[in-house]
């Protein structure tokens, strides 16, 4: 009994993560809203200068991460991005604009590469042909 609400908790926890890093259809609201956040977060950033000594830099890029991360799912771009951000003179670029405009069109270009899909399957397997079939056809 023990070992099956253990289980139950374990799957309800990777379908969180699975979701939690799903891929969003990406709609031109959601690329808008990443990029104005995106474009607001560096903004403020340039704006405040050397005031984003008081932990203000900081707290933007959290709420920068958490809301493109909403808008445009995780991607593996953001991370070095909101680690950068912690570096005090760094924070004066536009990293968070730039990234959110590189990870919208690699989103792009991997959804219009995806793979074709699979053929269905035959209902018999295929017929395999031995070596000596082969001789008898030939002659």
């Not at 203000?56 to 958490?66: G, K, N």
């Not at 793979?115 to 295929?126: D, E, K, T």
Request: charged fraction near 20%; proline fraction near 9%.
């Amino acid at each position: 009994m023990k070992d099956k609400v253990e289980d139950k908790v374990k799957r309800k926890l990777v379908e969180g993560l699975a979701r939690g890093f799903a891929v969003p259809v990406l709609t031109r609201k959601r690329i808008w809203f990443a990029l104005v956040v995106a474009a607001l977060t560096d903004a403020t950033q340039i704006a405040l200068g050397p005031f984003g000594w008081l932990f203000v830099d900081e707290a933007l890029d959290v709420v920068a991460m958490v809301l493109t991360c909403a808008a445009l799912g995780f991607h593996m771009l953001l991370l070095p991005t909101f680690l950068i951000e912690l570096i005090p003179v760094a924070d004066m670029l536009p990293t968070w604009t730039g990234c959110t405009a590189a990870v919208i069109m690699l989103r792009r270009n991997a959804r219009s590469q995806s793979p074709p899909p699979l053929p269905p399957l035959a209902a018999s397997p295929p017929k395999q042909i031995t070596g000596t079939q082969d001789r008898d056809a030939s002659r």
